[in-house]
T-cell receptor, first 117, second 113 residues
Framework: GAGVSQSPRYKVAKRGQDVALRCDPI?????LFWYQQALGQGPEFLTY????????KSGLPSDRFFAERPEGSVSTLKIQRTQQEDSAVYLC???????????????FGDGTRLSIL | TQLLEQSPQFLSIQEGENLTVYCNSS?????LQWYRQEPGEGPVLLVT?????EVKKLKRLTFQFGDARKDSSLHITAAQPGDTGLYLC?????????????FGPGTSLSVIP
C-alpha cells in the first residue's frame, strides 16, 4: 500500500538482547518521526529526521537507543541491551515538510509492539 | 508532568448521546491537532487548528481551538459505535516547518450500541 509500513509488527526479545525496528515511510516524505507509546498513554517523541539528517534526538531515553536513516528513506530504530522498561509500541510517522506556520500532517504506521521478557 | 492534559481519561456512553472531550495546557501552541487511534493501529489525523477561536467541523465532530491557543475541545454529536477509540490531542509550539509534536495522554471513548 501507499502508507507507512513498519516491521516487524510484533517483537519478543529477552532482556539484554539487541533489537532493530524498521520503518518504510510514504515515498517522497521528507520528515520522519519515531515515537514510543506505553499502554494507555499517548505517543512520546523519540527522534526526528529531515531526509537523512537526524535533527532532533532529544527524546531518546538513553544511549542504548539509536536511529538512522542513511539514504533519507527507510529508517531503523535500534535498541541495544534491551530492558523490561523498553516494552512498548514503537510508532513511526512521516510527513512532507510543511510550511513555516503549519506542520505537514503526520501519517503513522501501525507500530511495532515490543515485549522484553 | 504532562504538557498537554486531556479529560476525561475514559468515557463510556450509549449510542446517540453527545459528548465533549477536552485538551488543556498552560502553554501556548501554534497549532493543535486531534487524532483518533484504534487498537493495534497508528493514530489517524482528524483535524489541525491553528487560529485562536477557530472552529472546524468534520461531519458529527466539532473541534474548537481556545482563544488563547492553550486549549481545545472535541464535541461529538449523536455518537456511534464507530466513534470508539483513543482520541489524542497533539500540539506544536514553534513557527518553523519542523516542530516537535507533543501528544496528550488521550481520552479513551467507548460507544455502546
Amino acid at each position: 500500500g501507499a502508507g507507512v509500513s513498519q516491521s516487524p509488527r510484533y517483537k519478543v526479545a529477552k532482556r539484554g538482547q539487541d533489537v532493530a525496528l524498521r520503518c518504510d515511510p510514504i515515498s517522497g516524505h521528507v520528515s520522519l518521526f519515531w515515537y514510543q507509546q506505553a499502554l494507555g498513554q499517548g505517543p512520546e517523541f523519540l527522534t526526528y529526521f529531515q531526509n537523512e539528517a537526524q535533527l532532533d534526538k532529544s527524546g531518546l531515553p538513553s544511549d542504548r537507543f539509536f536511529a538512522e536513516r542513511p539514504e533519507g528513506s527507510v529508517s531503523t530504530l535500534k535498541i541495544q541491551r534491551t530492558q523490561q522498561e523498553d516494552s512498548a509500541v514503537y510508532l513511526c510517522a512521516s510527513s512532507f515538510a510543511g510550511t513555516r506556520s503549519l506542520p505537514g500532517p503526520q501519517h503513522f504506521g501501525d507500530g511495532t509492539r515490543l515485549s522484553i521478557l | 508532568t504532562q504538557l498537554l492534559e486531556q479529560s476525561p481519561q475514559f468515557l463510556s456512553i450509549q449510542e446517540g448521546e453527545n459528548l465533549t472531550v477536552y485538551c488543556n495546557s498552560s502553554s501556548v501552541f501554534s497549532s493543535l491537532q486531534w487524532y483518533r487511534q484504534e487498537p493495534g493501529e497508528g493514530p489517524v489525523l482528524l483535524v489541525t487548528v491553528v487560529t485562536g477561536g477557530e472552529v472546524k467541523k468534520l461531519k458529527r465532530l466539532t473541534f474548537q481551538f481556545g482563544d488563547a491557543r492553550k486549549d481545545s475541545s472535541l464535541h461529538i454529536t449523536a455518537a456511534q459505535p464507530g466513534d470508539t477509540g483513543l482520541y489524542l490531542c497533539a500540539g506544536t509550539r514553534g513557527k518553523t516547518s519542523y516542530d516537535k509534536v507533543i501528544f496528550g495522554p488521550g481520552t479513551s471513548l467507548s460507544v455502546i450500541p
